[in-house]
């Protein structure tokens, strides 16, 4: 079975950084593109970065130049740093497989709130 288990938010002023982590159990993790997503209020849950199992990443408009996704293959866990955080990042980010999500059941996810 599949665990996700995202961990690392916080409150953080606006201009300020957060890393979040996310250790994945369950599968043959090196092989798996990853990425991490965010759910703010009232809004659809969106992917903001990804990862290839080689290591290419992408990221949205939205956070590009100020989030960084990596991964540790022997951790089985991937990192989200988050750079200049603005408090439009404010949301519940969590991790599943990229492009798409493929494990249906969603970690519990990690709070970001950056105040203005």
């Known amino acids: 079975q599949v665990q996700l288990v995202e961990s690392g938010g916080g409150l953080v002023q606006a201009g300020g950084s957060l890393r979040l982590a996310c250790a994945v159990h369950?599968?043959?993790?090196?092989?798996?593109?990853m990425g991490w997503y965010r759910q703010a209020p009232g809004k659809q849950r969106e992917l903001v970065a990804a990862?290839?199992?080689?290591?290419?990443?992408d990221y949205a408009d939205s956070v590009k130049g100020r989030f960084t996704i990596s991964r540790d293959n022997v951790r089985n866990t991937v990192y989200l740093q988050m750079n200049s955080l603005k408090p439009e990042d404010t949301a519940v980010y969590y991790c599943?497989?990229?492009?798409?999500?493929?494990?249906?059941?969603w970690g519990q996810g990690t709070q970001v709130r950056v105040s203005s």
């Open positions: 599943n497989t990229a492009p798409r999500p493929v494990f249906p059941s």
């Open positions: 369950g599968i043959i993790f090196r092989i798996t593109n």
């Open positions: 990862i290839t199992s080689t290591e290419i990443t």
